[in-house]
């Protein structure tokens, strides 16, 4: 392998190790988790969505999602979008939240989330998480299957 090959190969590689560990500050779905709290997580991350990397928070929002909930948004990149356009931006760097729990059994929760945007406007959603079944790694993780489009309850001021 020539000098400049083998150098080139070296910096790539870097260059991943140091993306890859960049991305492994983010949390990923295990069992233990509970639904409240897989809500929280995604919720911290978006407030803080830029400050591990550009779009960490939309991307530990995107770990948290049930993979039926990612077949209709589409892959990450739409996710991406979607989060970004008028109905969701508000998530972005909200300045706090709450999580209240509005109704649960073993396979599903439902809760009702209120924000308060960077504009000191106060949203609510609808957030439901269920618990993924299926075999494979996120067997029995909650996940997110709904957000429903928010509803502006007004200002703080």
Do not use: R
Request: hydrophobic fraction near 40%; aromatic fraction near 10%; include cysteine.
């Amino acid at each position: 392998m020539s000098k400049k090959l083998h150098l080139t190969f070296s910096v790539v590689l870097i260059f991943l190790y140091f993306i890859s560990f960049a991305k492994a500050d983010l949390q990923i779905p295990n069992n233990s988790i509970i639904p409240s709290e897989v809500i929280k997580i995604q919720l911290v991350g978006l407030m803080n969505n830029d400050k591990k990397f550009k779009d960490s928070g939309i991307e530990q929002t995107w770990n948290f999602a049930h993979p039926d909930n990612k077949k209709n948004t589409g892959p990450l990149p739409n996710f991406k979008k979607m989060i970004k356009s008028k109905s969701y931006q508000m998530l972005l760097g909200h300045l706090s939240h709450t999580i209240t729990n509005v109704g649960s059994s073993d396979k599903w929760a439902q809760f009702e989330v209120i924000i308060l945007d960077k504009e000191k406007i106060y949203h609510k959603f609808n957030w439901q998480v269920e618990k993924y079944t299926e075999e494979g790694p996120l067997k029995d993780c909650w996940l997110t299957t709904m957000v429903s489009s928010p509803i502006p309850l007004g200002s703080s001021i």
